[in-house]
């Protein structure tokens, strides 16, 4: 039997609308016909394009009604002044009437992979509820909390921001008990200006913190103390913890080891300690791990059970995950997919990764690095370092920024480059030999998903059956 997440007249006190008929909404709530199922509300948002126009499609696949602030036909709707109002305060309703424990999250890097690896945890612990994707945004975020089940005990909201004021209003929406910081590095730029003003609009991840809460700081990064200061004075009576390789962080990194496919990592929780395999590679997966059981710890579970429903994590596609592919002339190369996003600090990460992978020859294809503002062609040039202590041995590189990297690289190292990454596409699938390790990666923008996705294809096609299963690209919600 279905479980009824909102009754009309639900929506109509939460939002102020006025319904045209009676109904219930037994799915969930959705912006989009391509991805809604039967039961679900549909929300006529207007963004890139006007849902209204899509209203009449919601209703033909199913939807029990609809959100809408202006005059539709097809079935049941709630009529409101503002639709993304409307959302905010739904969103606003449904955390009132839940008494989940909630965690958002924030940073520059790696906060979409916690939210990953706490939604998977808080799973195993009972009902929870996560960001579908990466919906951190200003309709992400309360269309999140407005699909959150009444019984759910554990929830965990990604927030994220590309200019300044973005951040507290999503917190305010959220009131997160826990708070979480990730780290601070050189992404959005372009909106933000400095890294101190990413910082500071970071730290406003603490502005809806609950009275008492847990605020969770990156040890070892140069704005702790920034962060710390700034937290406390947003929530004063919250706990500042912290988590990292430093010997007073609260969830310390004790050990780090890779086989080259899958990662065994060690963290120490004021005297607990516990050690989580996961199926990714790089050092930086350390701080996320540590990030994660600090914040699932504060739910009430223990260390070694939040560690133990950690194990066997795989992370979301395009974000470092490894498949085998089949090559048509034979043979097959690993394709290392991280072309979700890319800013100077998760590159740098994405490239470390590569290094302690182990197979044939080390190969990164790479585009542009956007948002990045006037620090971009120094940023991109800066790559140069990172390539050359990565071992790798050959190099395809898309996009006007990264042309400026192919000027920086050694005369030696075999390189390929294009106005875009579509246009690499003759060049890489020459090169590709036996045995590469292939890594994928650059801002979403950059089209390099694209490029992941069609060496999925090409392989499908010329060997049928003998490639291994890859992901879907995520879609970038900022």
Known sequence: MSRLLWASEDIELATGGTATAPFVVTGGVSIDTRTLRPGDLFVALTDQRDGHDFVEAAFKAGAAGALVSKPVTGGPVVQVDDVLE???????????????????????????SVKEMLSQIYASFGPSHSNAKSFNNHWGVPLTLARMPEDTQRAIFEIGMNTPGEIAPRSHMVRPQIGIITCIAAAHLEGLGSIEAIALEKSDIFAGLEAGGTIILPADDVFLDFLADRARKLCPTANVETFGRSADATARIVDYQTDGRTSQITVDVVGQSATVTIEAVGEHWASNVAAALLAASQTGRSVAECALALSGYVPPPGRGTAETLALPSGGAFTLIDDAYNANPASMRAALNSLAQRTGGRRLAALGDMREIGSTSLAEHVALAGPIAQAGVEGI?????????????????????????????????????????????????????????????QWSAEAAPGKMDSGPEETARVS
């Open 396 to 456: 395809f590189l898309a996009g006007p920024e990264m042309q400026r990297l192919a000027e920086a690289l050694p005369p030696g190292l075999p390189q390929a480059s294009a106005p875009s990454a579509d246009q690499l596409w003759n060049q890489l699938t020459k090169a590709l030999k036996d045995g590469d390790l292939l890594l994928i990666k650059g801002s979403n923008a950059s089209g390099m998903g694209r490029l992941a996705d069609r060496l999925r």
């Open 86 to 112: 409307a959302l905010t305060a739904l969103g606003i309703a449904a955390r009132i009437r839940c008494g989940a424990v909630r965690t958002a999250v924030t940073g520059s890097a790696g906060k979409t």
